[in-house]
């Protein structure tokens, strides 16, 4: 069984920086992509950042510049270096796993990310 466990959420000022990380356990066949989507209060989730197999990422407008995917590849692990952080990065971050030849997908359990003004 496919596990997701996210840590590095917290308060942070405008301008700040965060570090999210996600370790992926159990057998994970065919990986395709891990990445991070977010989601504010009454609004739906969307795709923040995400790193393919083979290395290459992919980024929402709103964070370009400013955050960046990383993986290690040994430990399993996804990584989201959120710098120069604003109010409206404020949500709840979770952690995605997409692997297998079915596109299976795998959740974390989110962490809070809040920016105070």
């Known amino acids: 069984q496919v596990q997701l466990t996210e840590s590095g959420g917290g308060l942070v000022q405008a301008g700040g920086s965060l570090r999210l990380s996600c370790a992926a356990s159990g057998t994970i066949l065919a990986l395709k992509f891990m990445g991070w989507y977010r989601q504010a209060p009454g609004k739906q989730r969307e795709l923040v950042a995400r790193?393919?197999?083979?290395?290459?990422?992919a980024y929402a407008d709103s964070v370009k510049g400013r955050f960046t995917i990383s993986r290690d590849n040994a430990k399993n692990t996804v990584y989201l270096q959120m710098n120069s952080l604003k109010p409206e990065d404020t949500a709840v971050y979770y952690c995605n796993l997409e692997w297998g030849p079915m596109r299976i997908n795998n959740w974390g359990q989110g962490t809070q990310v809040t920016v105070s003004s």
């Open positions: 790193i393919a197999a083979g290395g290459s990422t």
